[in-house]
């Protein structure tokens, strides 16, 4: 039976099928690239992740997957300064593939002022050489990915980072075996792909995540929009059950929604019971309704891989929109634009 991916490669001519399949290798490398980098402790009171994009989503995957084995604050930031509050001493990883986003560049310097402990994950640019300038630590990551494909690396550096806070007791173990789970499913993962963009195809996805599966959620939503070029909506229960849920009365009067809910075993008994009434009321409306959710012992390996599966539809719905799915051009007009003002 096809897995579709010889009509991917013919369009995706920087590979990034081949890097989504790689996740495991990524997983391995990203912690020998951690371990090679020799980092000492950074007892903290909160550790942040400053990033955009592609290189912020590791922040967010690595606080679900901890869940509540944190025990300290461990938040993402998306703009171009640390919150108000932020305690100095911080612990503040600033995380860029090319190293030279602006928002990032400024949480950088936003960090020296306030007296955090910085790390800093690129692949070069003006952040690496800052960071050299300024004697902070780098995490090396490999060129010539797509931001977006390195998102195994951007999930363990931003792990080890709440580890070298104190903030947990490590994900190494836990990483390791989620590699392994992720080679024994890749055929299966590969196959549901398939399947699952047949049924979004032509369709505007909303994707309902929560506890472990909200910030899969928002990948999915993420890797529709710059892979497959289309919108695409993400959001969270319980709230979207208080205000979303009825917006989808007229969804179909203005265009073809689907309804995509990430479930998993270890969310609260409730979340799951508004998961299958949630499907049950929003199915006259909506173009599809698709309820899925990961097997594994690990919320590491059950949030990989509901990440992989979302990467690898939204490659096929690229490939079926005849789009390379890797250029992002509107993005980097964008940059420059800015660059220039
Ligand atoms: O996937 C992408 O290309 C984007 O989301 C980038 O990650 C984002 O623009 C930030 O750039 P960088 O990852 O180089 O800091």
Redesign the pocket.
């Known amino acids: 039976m096809s897995d579709g991916f010889d009509q991917i490669r013919a369009l995706d001519r920087e590979g990034q099928l081949d890097a989504v399949l790689a996740m495991p290798d990524h997983l391995r490398d990203a912690l020998w690239r951690i371990e090679s980098a020799r980092l000492a402790p950074m007892e903290a009171p909160a550790a942040f992740v400053c990033?955009?994009?592609?290189?912020?989503i590791g922040g967010d995957l690595a606080a679900a997957a901890l869940g509540d084995r944190l025990s300290k604050p461990l938040f993402t930031v998306r703009g171009y300064e640390l919150p108000s509050w932020a305690f100095a001493g911080s612990a503040v990883l600033c995380?860029?593939?090319?190293?030279?986003?602006e928002e990032?560049l400024a949480c950088f310097s936003a960090a020296e002022a306030l007296g955090a402990q910085r790390l800093v994950a690129t692949t070069g640019g003006k952040l690496a050489e800052a960071a050299r300038a300024e004697a902070v630590p780098v995490i090396g990551l490999p060129a010539a990915l797509?931001?977006?494909a390195a998102v195994g690396y951007m999930f363990c550096v931003a792990a080890e980072l709440a580890a070298l806070a104190g903030a947990d007791p490590g994900l190494k173990t836990e990483i390791d075996g989620a590699a392994a789970h992720l080679e024994d499913r890749r055929e299966a993962i590969a196959a549901r792909a398939l399947e699952l963009a047949d049924r979004l195809e032509g369709t505007c996805p909303v994707i309902y995540g929560s506890d472990l599966t909200a910030p899969v959620a928002f990948r999915w939503k993420?890797q529709f929009n710059?892979n497959a070029k289309l919108p695409a909506f993400n959001s969270v229960l319980p709230e979207a059950n208080h205000n979303e849920l009825v917006g989808w009365e007229g969804s179909s009067e203005i265009g073809r929604f689907s309804c995509v809910l990430l479930e998993d075993s270890d969310q609260h008994p409730r979340e799951r019971r508004r998961m299958e009434i949630t499907a049950e009321l929003v199915e006259p409306s909506a173009a599809g309704v698709l309820r899925l959710e990961a097997e594994g012992p690990t919320r590491t390996g059950r949030m990989l891989e509901l990440v992989m599966l979302g990467d690898l539809i939204s490659l096929h719905i690229a490939t079926r929109r005849g789009i390379d799915p890797s250029p992002?051009p509107v993005?980097d007009t964008l940059?420059a634009r800015l660059a220039d003002s």
């Open positions: 990033g955009m994009g592609g290189s912020a995380s860029s593939y090319s190293g030279n986003t990032t797509q931001p977006r993420g710059e992002v993005i940059k």
